[in-house]
């Protein structure tokens, strides 16, 4: 007998159909539900502003596996700020951000995540290959991080001398960077602890609302 669902990662296109389930459930999402768990979007840019700022980063560059789709459902608002909020929260920190050195998944949301390799080889050839190039770089999320490198590869850049890296990372999923570069980081373990509690409380009766987790800065300079 089946007492509760977790669903592991869904959008407002599958939450009607969530809410008629006859069990509790709670899920990662960006829809704005008591059932959630999420991480915060204020946080990782904060943290991507301070992975750049120390590293001494004066021009940075934006390679997202996000979009700034219109919509007025709450994850494709929450999307857009991320990424207005994000170039804003840079350029009052004295970083700057040009149009040509942004790279996102809009005008087909689920290529990144389809193949994200590809996805952000492209990214970073077509970012590379603007007049002015940045000399700092934050990439989210570690899906894009083998296609970023590899392209820096083939464009023989020089980490850390011509591009600093902020690079996104779970916390329990070691990822390949031989190159030098600040880790921004999330941990699955507790988003998955969250989940459980949301699911617990609900079965029991009790109160409950969102659970929000900040990411930490890892030097791996």
Not at 114 to 136: S, T
Not at 150 to 171: A, G
């Amino acid at each position: 007998l089946i007492q509760g669902i977790i669903v592991i990662s869904t959008d407002h296109s599958e939450m009607d159909e969530l809410k008629k389930l006859p069990v509790p459930f709670s899920c990662i999402t960006t829809g704005r539900i008591k059932n959630r768990v999420s991480l915060s979007f204020n946080s990782l840019a904060e943290k991507a502003r301070d992975g750049l700022l120390q590293q001494g980063c004066t021009k940075a560059g934006l390679l997202l596996a996000t979009s700034c789709e219109p919509g007025n459902d709450s994850g494709a608002v929450e999307r857009r700020n991320f990424v207005r909020n994000l170039r804003n929260l840079l350029t009052e920190n004295g970083i700057e951000v040009k149009d040509e050195w942004i790279f996102l998944a809009s005008g087909n949301p689920g290529r990144a995540a389809i193949d994200p390799d590809h996805f952000a080889y492209e990214g970073f050839n077509k970012i590379w290959q603007a007049k002015e190039k940045p000399n700092g770089l934050f990439v989210y999320t570690d899906s894009l991080i083998s296609g970023t490198l590899i392209s820096i590869l083939s464009n023989r850049v020089m980490v850390p001398e011509q591009l600093k890296l902020v690079l996104h990372r779970n916390s329990e999923c070691n990822v390949l960077c031989p190159v030098p570069c600040y880790f921004v980081e999330n941990d699955i373990r507790k988003m998955s602890t969250g989940l459980i509690q949301l699911l617990e409380a609900q079965y029991h009766g009790q109160e409950i609302n969102q659970i929000d987790f900040d990411y930490k800065l890892i030097d791996n300079t």
